[in-house]
Nanobody, 122 residues
Framework: QVQLVESGGGLAQPGGSLRLSCAASGRIFVINAMGWYRQAPGKQRELVAVISGVVDTNTNYADAVKGRFTISRDNAKNTMYLQMNSLKPEDTAVYYC??????????????WGQGTQVTVSS
């Protein structure tokens, strides 16, 4: 079993910054792609940013966050980050971590974290 734990959410003012972290633990052989998603009240969960596997760390972003958010990962720590700058009220949502994990029994599974609330308000 693999656990994903997000941290770093909270309240920020418009134009401010927050940094989210997602730490993976458990029976991990390798973490393939990882990503951040968000869900605002009354809306569907949407992709925010993804970062590819261990060797080839390509990134992709939703148009709404391009140029403001940066996704990264520290493979030695099995941790992913989301640096969020120039925050807007419309960034308010619960942010979820997602990871495509191959465990030590060669099972490949998609895991989700429990979510962390980000609120942008003055």
């Amino acid at each position: 079993q693999v656990q994903l734990v997000e941290s770093g959410g909270g309240l920020a003012q418009p134009g401010g910054s927050l940094r989210l972290s997602c730490a993976a633990s458990g029976r991990i052989f390798v973490i393939n792609a990882m990503g951040w998603y968000r869900q605002a009240p009354g809306k569907q969960r949407e992709l925010v940013a993804v970062i590819s596997g261990v060797v080839d760390t390509n990134t992709n972003y939703a148009d709404a966050v391009k140029g403001r958010f940066t996704i990264s990962r520290d493979n030695a720590k099995n941790t992913m980050y989301l640096q969020m700058n120039s925050l807007k009220p419309e960034d308010t949502a619960v942010y979820y971590c997602n990871a495509d994990v191959t465990d030590n029994r060669w099972h490949r599974t998609d895991y989700w974290g429990q979510g962390t609330q980000v609120t942008v308000s003055s």
